[in-house]
Protein backbone atom coordinates (compact mmCIF):
# COMPACT_ATOMS: atom_id res chain seq x y z
CA UNK A 1 0.00 0.00 0.00
CA UNK A 2 1.16 3.53 -0.85
CA UNK A 3 2.99 4.92 2.18
CA UNK A 4 0.65 7.63 3.85
CA UNK A 5 1.13 10.05 7.21
CA UNK A 6 -0.76 12.12 9.74
CA UNK A 7 -0.17 13.38 12.70
CA UNK A 8 -0.65 9.99 14.65
CA UNK A 9 -0.92 7.14 11.54
CA UNK A 10 2.27 6.27 9.86
CA UNK A 11 1.93 4.23 7.14
CA UNK A 12 5.69 3.25 5.09
CA UNK A 13 6.31 -0.14 3.60
CA UNK A 14 3.25 -1.68 3.90
CA UNK A 15 3.57 -1.51 8.21
CA UNK A 16 1.24 0.58 10.05
CA UNK A 17 2.22 2.63 13.10
CA UNK A 18 0.04 4.96 15.41
CA UNK A 19 1.42 7.74 17.57
CA UNK A 20 1.19 6.82 21.59
CA UNK A 21 -1.67 9.05 22.42
CA UNK A 22 -1.00 7.59 26.58
CA UNK A 23 2.93 8.69 26.10
CA UNK A 24 1.88 12.07 24.65
CA UNK A 25 2.69 15.03 25.63
CA UNK A 26 5.71 13.86 27.61
CA UNK A 27 7.17 11.33 25.07
CA UNK A 28 6.46 10.93 21.13
CA UNK A 29 6.65 7.26 20.55
CA UNK A 30 5.21 5.36 17.20
CA UNK A 31 3.80 1.93 18.03
CA UNK A 32 3.84 -1.09 15.21
CA UNK A 33 0.19 -2.13 14.67
CA UNK A 34 0.57 -5.50 12.71
CA UNK A 35 -2.25 -7.27 14.06
CA UNK A 36 -5.78 -6.98 15.07
CA UNK A 37 -5.52 -8.13 18.62
CA UNK A 38 -2.53 -5.46 18.59
CA UNK A 39 -5.12 -2.70 17.14
CA UNK A 40 -7.55 -3.86 19.62
CA UNK A 41 -5.28 -3.61 22.47
CA UNK A 42 -4.26 0.19 21.51
CA UNK A 43 -7.79 1.45 20.88
CA UNK A 44 -9.31 0.10 24.15
CA UNK A 45 -6.07 1.43 26.23
CA UNK A 46 -6.97 5.02 24.07
CA UNK A 47 -3.28 4.67 22.41
CA UNK A 48 -5.55 5.41 19.35
CA UNK A 49 -8.46 7.19 20.22
CA UNK A 50 -10.88 9.99 19.08
CA UNK A 51 -13.94 9.00 16.82
CA UNK A 52 -12.50 9.71 13.05
CA UNK A 53 -9.33 7.76 13.71
CA UNK A 54 -10.31 4.53 15.78
CA UNK A 55 -12.22 4.13 12.60
CA UNK A 56 -9.40 5.03 9.68
CA UNK A 57 -6.92 3.41 11.64
CA UNK A 58 -9.16 -0.17 11.79
CA UNK A 59 -9.72 0.11 7.59
CA UNK A 60 -6.13 0.89 7.10
CA UNK A 61 -5.23 -2.44 8.76
CA UNK A 62 -7.96 -4.49 7.41
CA UNK A 63 -6.49 -3.43 4.04
CA UNK A 64 -3.19 -4.34 5.18
CA UNK A 65 -4.52 -7.78 6.33
CA UNK A 66 -5.77 -8.13 3.12
CA UNK A 67 -2.70 -7.32 1.22
CA UNK A 68 -1.22 -9.77 3.17
CA UNK A 69 -3.14 -12.73 2.16
CA UNK A 70 -5.96 -13.72 4.68
CA UNK A 71 -8.62 -14.92 3.58
CA UNK A 72 -12.18 -13.01 3.01
CA UNK A 73 -13.83 -15.56 6.25
CA UNK A 74 -10.47 -14.09 8.52
CA UNK A 75 -11.41 -10.70 7.06
CA UNK A 76 -14.58 -11.07 8.09
CA UNK A 77 -13.30 -12.52 11.48
CA UNK A 78 -11.26 -9.50 12.02
CA UNK A 79 -14.14 -6.85 10.95
CA UNK A 80 -16.28 -8.16 13.36
CA UNK A 81 -13.60 -7.84 16.51
CA UNK A 82 -12.53 -4.08 15.41
CA UNK A 83 -16.36 -3.25 15.53
CA UNK A 84 -16.62 -4.18 18.91
CA UNK A 85 -13.49 -2.52 20.21
CA UNK A 86 -14.82 0.62 20.91
CA UNK A 87 -18.67 0.89 21.61
CA UNK A 88 -20.02 4.89 21.50
CA UNK A 89 -18.25 6.25 17.88
CA UNK A 90 -19.84 5.49 15.60
CA UNK A 91 -17.67 6.43 13.35
CA UNK A 92 -15.67 3.04 13.29
CA UNK A 93 -19.04 1.29 12.32
CA UNK A 94 -19.16 3.51 9.58
CA UNK A 95 -16.17 2.92 7.87
CA UNK A 96 -16.01 -0.99 8.86
CA UNK A 97 -19.29 -1.18 6.62
CA UNK A 98 -17.77 0.65 4.04
CA UNK A 99 -15.08 -1.92 4.15
CA UNK A 100 -16.75 -4.62 4.39
CA UNK A 101 -18.49 -3.88 0.81
CA UNK A 102 -15.16 -3.65 -0.45
CA UNK A 103 -14.72 -7.24 0.57
CA UNK A 104 -17.77 -8.46 -1.04
CA UNK A 105 -16.24 -7.33 -4.45
CA UNK A 106 -14.28 -9.87 -6.85
CA UNK A 107 -11.08 -7.89 -6.59
CA UNK A 108 -11.74 -7.76 -2.65
CA UNK A 109 -7.96 -6.89 -2.03
CA UNK A 110 -7.41 -3.80 -4.32
CA UNK A 111 -10.72 -2.55 -3.41
CA UNK A 112 -9.63 -2.65 0.38
CA UNK A 113 -7.03 -0.90 -0.31
CA UNK A 114 -8.66 2.03 -2.25
CA UNK A 115 -11.44 2.27 0.10
CA UNK A 116 -9.15 2.70 3.05
CA UNK A 117 -6.81 4.95 1.31
CA UNK A 118 -9.69 6.91 0.54
CA UNK A 119 -11.61 7.07 3.94
CA UNK A 120 -8.52 8.69 4.80
CA UNK A 121 -8.32 11.23 2.06
CA UNK A 122 -12.05 11.96 2.60
CA UNK A 123 -11.78 12.64 6.78
CA UNK A 124 -8.94 15.14 5.48
CA UNK A 125 -11.51 16.65 3.51
CA UNK A 126 -14.45 16.93 5.63
CA UNK A 127 -12.28 18.50 8.59
CA UNK A 128 -11.28 21.33 6.19
CA UNK A 129 -14.89 21.55 5.21
CA UNK A 130 -16.06 21.39 9.12
CA UNK A 131 -12.82 23.92 9.79
CA UNK A 132 -13.99 26.35 7.06
CA UNK A 133 -17.93 25.92 7.92
CA UNK A 134 -17.05 26.40 11.50
CA UNK A 135 -14.84 29.54 11.55
CA UNK A 136 -17.56 31.64 9.71
CA UNK A 137 -19.32 31.03 13.47
CA UNK A 138 -16.88 32.67 15.39
CA UNK A 139 -16.57 36.47 16.21
CA UNK A 140 -13.64 38.43 16.24
CA UNK A 141 -11.71 38.53 19.46
CA UNK A 142 -13.79 35.01 20.37
CA UNK A 143 -12.92 33.47 23.95
CA UNK A 144 -13.64 29.78 23.32
CA UNK A 145 -14.24 26.60 25.25
CA UNK A 146 -13.30 23.51 24.35
CA UNK A 147 -13.29 19.97 25.93
CA UNK A 148 -11.42 16.58 25.20
CA UNK A 149 -9.42 16.50 21.66
CA UNK A 150 -10.64 16.96 18.46
CA UNK A 151 -7.64 18.14 16.30
CA UNK A 152 -5.78 16.19 14.30
CA UNK A 153 -4.74 13.70 16.89
CA UNK A 154 -8.14 12.62 16.06
CA UNK A 155 -8.22 12.39 12.72
CA UNK A 156 -6.55 12.20 9.64
CA UNK A 157 -6.65 16.05 9.09
CA UNK A 158 -7.46 19.15 10.90
CA UNK A 159 -9.60 18.18 13.32
CA UNK A 160 -13.23 18.83 14.08
CA UNK A 161 -13.71 21.39 16.59
CA UNK A 162 -10.17 22.01 16.93
CA UNK A 163 -9.94 22.59 13.16
CA UNK A 164 -12.68 25.32 13.33
CA UNK A 165 -10.09 26.96 16.30
CA UNK A 166 -7.28 26.52 14.04
CA UNK A 167 -9.15 27.67 10.85
CA UNK A 168 -10.30 30.67 12.93
CA UNK A 169 -7.65 31.47 14.90
CA UNK A 170 -5.53 31.54 10.98
CA UNK A 171 -8.09 34.05 9.91
CA UNK A 172 -7.37 36.42 13.11
CA UNK A 173 -10.27 35.72 15.56
CA UNK A 174 -9.89 33.96 18.35
CA UNK A 175 -8.50 36.00 21.66
CA UNK A 176 -7.69 32.94 23.84
CA UNK A 177 -9.09 29.30 23.75
CA UNK A 178 -10.09 27.64 27.21
CA UNK A 179 -8.78 24.02 27.78
CA UNK A 180 -10.15 21.73 29.41
CA UNK A 181 -8.27 19.32 30.93
CA UNK A 182 -10.55 16.72 30.37
CA UNK A 183 -10.98 13.95 33.44
CA UNK A 184 -10.28 11.19 33.81
CA UNK A 185 -7.89 10.69 31.02
CA UNK A 186 -6.89 14.39 30.55
CA UNK A 187 -7.70 14.47 26.67
CA UNK A 188 -7.76 18.32 27.20
CA UNK A 189 -4.78 18.54 29.74
CA UNK A 190 -2.51 16.16 27.92
CA UNK A 191 -3.31 16.28 24.26
CA UNK A 192 -5.18 19.45 23.08
CA UNK A 193 -3.28 21.56 25.54
CA UNK A 194 -0.05 20.15 23.24
CA UNK A 195 -2.12 20.47 19.72
CA UNK A 196 -2.72 24.25 20.58
CA UNK A 197 1.02 24.59 21.43
CA UNK A 198 2.24 23.31 18.21
CA UNK A 199 -0.20 25.12 16.50
CA UNK A 200 0.37 28.80 17.91
CA UNK A 201 -3.00 28.99 18.99
CA UNK A 202 -3.45 30.83 22.49
CA UNK A 203 -4.92 28.54 25.06
CA UNK A 204 -4.74 28.70 28.91
CA UNK A 205 -5.14 25.02 30.63
CA UNK A 206 -8.43 24.87 32.89
CA UNK A 207 -9.69 22.09 35.44
CA UNK A 208 -13.29 20.72 34.38
CA UNK A 209 -15.05 22.11 37.69
CA UNK A 210 -13.43 25.85 36.33
CA UNK A 211 -15.76 26.32 33.82
CA UNK A 212 -19.04 27.51 35.16
CA UNK A 213 -16.99 30.22 36.88
CA UNK A 214 -15.48 31.42 33.77
CA UNK A 215 -18.92 31.22 32.40
CA UNK A 216 -20.48 33.32 34.84
CA UNK A 217 -17.28 36.20 35.29
CA UNK A 218 -18.52 36.42 31.21
CA UNK A 219 -14.87 34.81 30.12
CA UNK A 220 -16.46 32.26 27.49
CA UNK A 221 -18.22 33.53 24.53
CA UNK A 222 -18.68 29.97 22.96
CA UNK A 223 -18.34 26.68 23.35
CA UNK A 224 -17.05 24.25 20.68
CA UNK A 225 -16.89 19.98 21.20
CA UNK A 226 -16.74 16.90 18.83
CA UNK A 227 -18.77 14.17 19.06
CA UNK A 228 -18.87 10.57 18.99
CA UNK A 229 -22.58 9.70 17.72
CA UNK A 230 -25.08 12.09 16.11
CA UNK A 231 -28.71 10.54 17.01
CA UNK A 232 -31.21 10.80 14.63
CA UNK A 233 -33.05 13.29 16.65
CA UNK A 234 -29.72 15.40 16.86
CA UNK A 235 -28.90 14.66 20.70
CA UNK A 236 -24.90 13.96 20.70
CA UNK A 237 -22.63 11.56 22.74
CA UNK A 238 -18.92 12.71 23.40
CA UNK A 239 -16.44 12.62 25.83
CA UNK A 240 -17.91 12.63 29.63
CA UNK A 241 -18.01 16.33 30.78
CA UNK A 242 -19.84 17.63 27.98
CA UNK A 243 -23.20 17.80 28.72
CA UNK A 244 -22.52 19.88 32.10
CA UNK A 245 -20.75 22.17 29.41
CA UNK A 246 -24.23 22.49 27.60
CA UNK A 247 -26.16 22.76 30.61
CA UNK A 248 -24.13 25.13 31.92
CA UNK A 249 -23.32 26.98 28.61
CA UNK A 250 -27.45 26.98 27.82
CA UNK A 251 -27.79 28.98 31.42
CA UNK A 252 -25.63 31.50 30.91
CA UNK A 253 -26.30 32.10 27.24
CA UNK A 254 -23.37 31.06 25.72
CA UNK A 255 -23.73 29.14 21.98
CA UNK A 256 -22.88 25.82 22.66
CA UNK A 257 -21.78 24.12 18.87
CA UNK A 258 -20.73 20.91 17.91
CA UNK A 259 -18.35 20.22 14.97
CA UNK A 260 -18.11 16.61 13.50
CA UNK A 261 -18.05 14.68 10.05
CA UNK A 262 -21.35 12.99 8.21
CA UNK A 263 -19.42 9.93 9.49
CA UNK A 264 -20.07 10.45 12.99
CA UNK A 265 -24.28 11.23 12.21
CA UNK A 266 -26.15 7.23 13.01
CA UNK A 267 -29.44 7.74 11.51
CA UNK A 268 -30.50 4.63 12.70
CA UNK A 269 -30.55 5.89 16.19
CA UNK A 270 -33.53 7.37 17.26
CA UNK A 271 -32.14 9.45 20.24
CA UNK A 272 -29.55 9.66 22.90
CA UNK A 273 -30.85 7.01 25.01
CA UNK A 274 -30.32 4.53 22.49
CA UNK A 275 -26.54 5.34 22.20
CA UNK A 276 -24.21 2.66 23.94
CA UNK A 277 -22.16 4.43 26.53
CA UNK A 278 -18.75 2.83 27.23
CA UNK A 279 -18.00 2.06 30.95
CA UNK A 280 -14.46 1.85 31.82
CA UNK A 281 -12.07 0.63 34.24
CA UNK A 282 -12.61 1.38 37.52
CA UNK A 283 -8.54 2.45 37.96
CA UNK A 284 -9.09 5.59 35.78
CA UNK A 285 -11.15 7.48 38.54
CA UNK A 286 -9.52 5.79 41.99
CA UNK A 287 -6.44 7.57 40.51
CA UNK A 288 -4.10 8.57 37.26
CA UNK A 289 -2.00 6.97 35.21
CA UNK A 290 -0.01 7.51 32.83
CA UNK A 291 3.58 8.21 31.33
CA UNK A 292 3.79 10.72 34.15
CA UNK A 293 3.83 8.74 36.50
CA UNK A 294 0.47 6.53 38.76
CA UNK A 295 -0.80 6.99 41.92
CA UNK A 296 -3.88 5.83 43.58
CA UNK A 297 -5.81 8.34 46.00
CA UNK A 298 -8.85 6.42 46.41
CA UNK A 299 -9.33 4.00 48.68
CA UNK A 300 -8.46 0.63 47.90
CA UNK A 301 -11.31 -1.24 46.28
CA UNK A 302 -13.82 2.02 46.08
CA UNK A 303 -17.51 1.77 44.66
CA UNK A 304 -16.59 3.55 40.99
CA UNK A 305 -19.02 4.48 38.46
CA UNK A 306 -16.80 5.47 34.71
CA UNK A 307 -18.81 6.45 32.00
CA UNK A 308 -16.52 7.32 29.02
CA UNK A 309 -19.62 9.76 27.33
CA UNK A 310 -22.19 10.87 28.23
CA UNK A 311 -25.05 12.62 25.90
CA UNK A 312 -26.01 16.47 25.21
CA UNK A 313 -30.09 16.55 24.15
CA UNK A 314 -30.46 18.04 21.10
CA UNK A 315 -32.28 21.16 22.95
CA UNK A 316 -29.10 22.28 24.37
CA UNK A 317 -26.79 22.80 20.97
CA UNK A 318 -27.02 25.84 19.36
CA UNK A 319 -25.77 24.67 15.79
CA UNK A 320 -24.09 21.29 14.19
CA UNK A 321 -21.16 22.02 12.40
CA UNK A 322 -20.82 19.45 9.73
CA UNK A 323 -19.10 18.79 6.23
CA UNK A 324 -21.82 19.76 4.40
CA UNK A 325 -22.99 23.05 6.27
CA UNK A 326 -23.81 23.98 9.80
CA UNK A 327 -27.37 22.72 10.56
CA UNK A 328 -29.80 25.22 13.37
CA UNK A 329 -31.59 23.77 15.67
CA UNK A 330 -34.37 24.74 13.15
CA UNK A 331 -33.50 22.08 11.05
CA UNK A 332 -33.25 19.54 13.52
CA UNK A 333 -36.82 20.16 14.89
CA UNK A 334 -37.67 20.04 11.49
CA UNK A 335 -36.54 16.12 11.15
CA UNK A 336 -32.99 16.78 9.20
CA UNK A 337 -31.15 14.33 9.99
CA UNK A 338 -33.81 11.95 10.12
CA UNK A 339 -34.22 12.52 6.94
CA UNK A 340 -30.49 11.66 5.81
CA UNK A 341 -31.80 7.89 6.19
CA UNK A 342 -34.21 8.41 3.58
O1 LIG B 1 -12.35 8.52 24.52
P1 LIG B 1 -11.85 9.38 23.40
O2 LIG B 1 -10.63 10.15 23.76
O3 LIG B 1 -11.70 8.60 22.11
O4 LIG B 1 -13.04 10.43 23.18
C1 LIG B 1 -12.91 11.35 22.14
C2 LIG B 1 -13.99 12.35 22.08
O5 LIG B 1 -14.93 12.33 22.84
C3 LIG B 1 -13.92 13.34 20.96
O6 LIG B 1 -14.55 14.53 21.30
C4 LIG B 1 -14.63 12.75 19.71
O7 LIG B 1 -14.21 11.46 19.46
C5 LIG B 1 -14.39 13.59 18.51
S1 LIG B 1 -12.71 13.47 17.89
C6 LIG B 1 -12.68 14.38 16.46
Redesign the pocket.
Known amino acids: MQALNTTSLSLQDSRLQILDQQALPQEKCWLPCDSVDELVGHIRA ?1 RV ?6 GLSASLLLALLAERGLSQAELEQALQTLSAS ?1 PT ?1 VNLMNNLDRMKQALAQPDWVSTMTEEALRLVEEDRTLCDRIADNGAEWVKPGSRLLT ?5 GL ?2 AGV ?3 IGVLLRAHQQGKIAQVWVDETRP ?1 L ?1 GGRLTAWELGELGIPYRLICDSMAASLMATGQVDAVW ?4 RIAANGDVA ?2 IG ?1 YSLAVLAHYHRIPFYVA ?1 PHT ?1 HDPHCPNGAAIPIEQRAAEEITGVSGSFGSCQWAPLNAPTYNP ?2 DVTPAALISGWVLDSGVITPEQVADGIFQRALA
Open positions: LRGAPLIRAHCNTGATGTALQVGADNKTATAF
